[in-house]
């Protein structure tokens, strides 16, 4: 039997990152209870179930929302699912975390989001980098005024190895696929839209990422509709480990965060004074983030206020991606307006 | 019913320490299973007990030591009381992971060590500092030859803030409270003995301190069996913070580590380059190095192996203790073989 | 009479750079003798002479040059004098040092470079910062393969307060008064030449200076022939000091350099860990800098050697900067081959 | 001629800091003109008198000490000969500047300092630690309460090789060479005299040095009269490089200087980030802080002050050297009131 006090969550999708969902909110977040997962993969759902006590299994997420004691549903399926399953949630009145991207065309974003929006349950996107310790101090620190007035955003995103050449084909490359967390950290530290883009890309790394059209190095210009400058640099592979840093020029100074070391040794010797290299990827570096966005998607249901992260949230960074997309292929500067 | 792959554990005392050994335990070591918690605060232990769901309550550690399912005691109530519970657990058969200090007499450190030896338990103390991510990293390294030989050890070592007088009047002293943890660290570090120390003391941060007959500032030298020279440095209140650091310095370098910031932020404004402060205390410093010498001690006793520190690892620094504090209160270097 | 195993050496110019050079060649650079300076200013000219104990003041540049013990000049005099002294230094066989520009047209350049060239006499052109000893170590770990290819280069160049309006109006505007370094630094550590340029400005500091048609912000996507993506961020006013950073990421890894600070004292206090602004402005932070390339330059002429910093060194930035400007102008990409 | 708004120097000694004091006199200080030097090698003397234009050579210090001319005396020849000279030099009245240290034997320095005294000639004695830009701000940092009420002083005071073993015999050992400048930053930087000192040693770089009855690696407890406590930790060889750093905690916070580095490279590559060595030795470290301190030596005459060093800081650290030589003769704290 439920307990009434707490969020009763569903979880759809079992792989790396719905593994992390399903044992913070079974493990870490005492007012959610998760009561069914969904999955493909009927072993590692028994697994799960088994260590967490999950009462219910299914592999159809309709078998999943139909169950009434269900309050809110986390979306960590493929990306080629989001949309079915979102809209079907919202219908059943299921508040929503979606992982990130809700889809790869506008136009079924703006489907969903429309219906969300009619049936009035919550949604929220997975742009976890929003809860890293570092990036929320940050862009406390901008919105409080201690760098006065912005003028310049510089932004590091390097992972450190590319993904399968498989999963690049379905990516929708680069800009949709990488630096979309990109766009939606300059959209969250500014506080502000993007009004023009301009990308520059190059294949460094492998030649099977050129053949299958995409880049894996590339340089990015945002303007900002209140004029700021941005830059964004990626790449796929950075030999040294994931390198997230930012920083944020201002009338009265800079703020900004470096990476994250998995220890404080310095080891002094005959050659040179070593430190740690970053921590190794996105699993490690946000490791609290996806806890912290889970926790915040759970209270904004209890105490019933607009999740940190929008449907809109989630629509923008596609939109960016495709003004950069656009812009690479056209070689100029793109505006958001041409996007829709 | 227990699971009989499980280690079964009772824990005894759910103060500060002992509420976060059963979080651990409950939460994060799948191969332990808490069966019963021992209190004299009945309201925190049935708080515990429902969300953990622990299944027994007591209120004498006697009733936790019949339980026939329970293999090993954490033992985490009040220093006074360990000698006691240690000799009946041990008499009882069940493992032991007792908080430092096992007691403030040697002569009683020596007979309950007796008891555990005759017993054939295991018996692992809380010296977490051992298990934090960054000294386990630099032991590694020292003992690997990263810095050659080594040839001085320097710990600095200080606290945000003083317990209160109260508990001062109990403690033993700075030296067997405090210090008790970098004469760990040392020996552990080194992996040698120390043979000689000399300590000097002041009271700086509260008088009230010097009128119990404690200090709240002090230097210390220590002298290795091997020769290697050692100094420590200790404050009770440390403004910015809990201080924790350590350097190595030998024939082919030096290694140190530095104090955990809780994020990489860096503000660069008109009047400096600010970086955040360390972490305020040892809950959040060592909140790793918690868990990961829990999982230890469940580890020895499934896989049957020494626990990583020692009963003789316990009753040391106490001999080294009570020579700094002989130290102090003559003026001169002390040598161990003068403390039994 | 002079010493003929010298390098007999006029200044044109007793600003700030030429007073700096004076002073250098006069106490740093055993191998080269000022025998003249010319000035408009005769009584700095006369404190000059008198502290260096140099034989000659001149007020037209033409009596210098007739000094037949005169070797080479160093040109130090406001930039629309630079083409014809450059050009009657050479007709009468002088060795030339000049600042940067050489002038703001690219056809007087041309024209200048021309009349070196036939002469037979060494030009360097003043990009001081090529011999900054971070940035020459930061070159040759990039040409030595420290980094393997090089993918992506970041220049961070931002000045401590903008120079008097009355300045930037005969300045040529920020790309060729300012962001010419950093060009020049592209070019000299990439090794290679920039394609096709895109630049955007913004003024946020100064109203004024956008009155006069120039920016006080600026971010600019260089893309080299090989490949390579390149951005440069430029701020006229960093409240916190001269900002000079540089990082080239690459195959194996990435080479950085910081900001050079004047002191190693970091302040723990309550609010926060407290460490130095960087050097003031370029006099400061590159101050041993500007004795190199006088030392390398006295040196070429020595040994007859090719200066370190070329005529073609000193054009290809201008021809960059009003790339930049285009760019600006048309809100587009522009080769380099548009500008001639 | 002299010029007689100058202050005419003779310097007595042209080993390598002697070089530097003329280099800095001639170059650097226009306040000051050197007259004469004083030198047993006629070679190394002609060539700083061609370089510098210094009229006058002598061999022996009678002779400098008669040029009338001559207002003061830079004194760095070798130890066993500065009781002499200075008090020649006080008794032909001209002020002195004398490298540390003075002489030895306690009661030479006495006797020297009570000629100095009657003559009315200014002194100062070559501590040039504390003109280095790094510890006299960490000075002013601390006298103006930056940390509040001082409780610790940390220095690490490391060399990056051992002198040869002929030198080392002669040196008065490892306190009375080398520790004697922490003595004096010690004094320096806390502003108080240290009333009580325990020293450890050991031999670990070569045993030679042990036999010639000397140590390499040492460890010294401070305690001052007003109850700072410190510890100074020595060795005569740290491979990575001349290690010099300062922390001193307080009520307030903390202070500390760290190592000076030769460029801000940082190369971060699959095995680590990598930043540079601290600069090579106390030529390199101090470069600064020796032309400071003869700047510093001429400005006192100038406008007629005490000088920064007194003869009393000369003293008293070689008193400090004898208390640490006794300590660890007799392993016990000795008091500085012992030490005659």
Redesign the interface.
């Known amino acids: 039997m439920k307990d009434s006090s707490k969020v009763g969550v569903g979880v759809i999708g079992t792989g790396r990152i719905g593994t992390v969902h399903i044992k913070h909110l079974c493990?870490?977040i005492?007012n959610a209870e998760v009561l069914s997962i969904c999955s493909l993969d009927t072993k590692i759902a028994k697994t799960l179930s088994e260590?967490y006590y999950i009462p219910q299994i299914t592999t159809h997420f309709n078998q999943l929302l139909d169950n009434s004691e269900i309050d809110a549903v986390v979306v960590a399926s493929s990306t080629d699912t989001h949309i079915e399953i979102c809209q079907a949630a919202a219908n059943a009145r299921k508040h929503i975390f979606c992982e990130k991207p809700i889809a790869l065309e506008l136009k079924a974003i703006d489907d969903t989001l429309s219906v969300v929006k009619e049936s009035g349950v919550k949604l929220q996107v997975g742009f976890n980098r929003r809860f890293d310790?570092?990036f929320l101090?940050?862009q406390e620190?901008i919105r409080k005024g201690?760098?006065g007035?912005p003028?310049?955003l510089?932004i590091?995103s390097?992972d450190p190895s590319p993904p399968p050449i498989e999963y690049l084909k379905v990516s929708g490359g680069i800009f949709l696929d990488m630096t979309i967390h990109d766009f939606d950290m300059a959209r969250f530290l500014i506080g502000d839209e993007i009004d023009e883009i301009?990308a520059?890309?190059?294949v460094?790394?492998d030649p099977e990422i050129g053949q299958v059209g995409d880049f894996d190095?590339?340089?990015i210009?945002l303007?900002f509709k209140n004029?700021?400058?941005?830059?964004i640099?990626n790449?796929r592979?950075?030999?040294?480990g994931y390198?997230q840093r930012v920083e944020v020029?201002g009338?009265?100074?800079?703020?900004?965060?470096?990476?994250?070391v998995?220890?404080?040794?310095?080891?002094?010797?005959?050659?040179?004074?070593?430190?740690?290299?970053p921590q190794h990827f996105f699993i490690e570096r946000y490791k609290q983030a996806y806890l912290l966005e889970m926790e915040s998607f759970i209270q904004s249901i209890i105490v019933d206020t607009k999740p940190k992260v929008t449907g809109k949230d989630g629509k923008i960074p596609i939109q960016i991606g495709y003004a950069a997309l656009k812009s690479i292929e056209e070689?100029?500067?793109v505006s958001l307006s041409e996007i829709q």
Chains 1, 2, 3, 4 share one sequence.
Do not use: C, W
Not at 262 to 277: F, R
């Open positions: 493990q870490n005492p260590r310790v570092n101090r940050l620190l201690e760098i007035v003028h310049i510089r590091t390097r301009y520059v890309g190059n460094n790394i190095t590339a340089v210009t303007r004029g700021i400058l941005g830059t640099d790449s592979q950075a030999v040294y390198d020029f009338s009265k100074g800079m703020v900004s965060v470096g990476n994250s998995p220890d404080t040794i310095t080891s002094t010797l005959k050659n040179g004074s070593i430190t740690s290299l070689n100029r500067p």
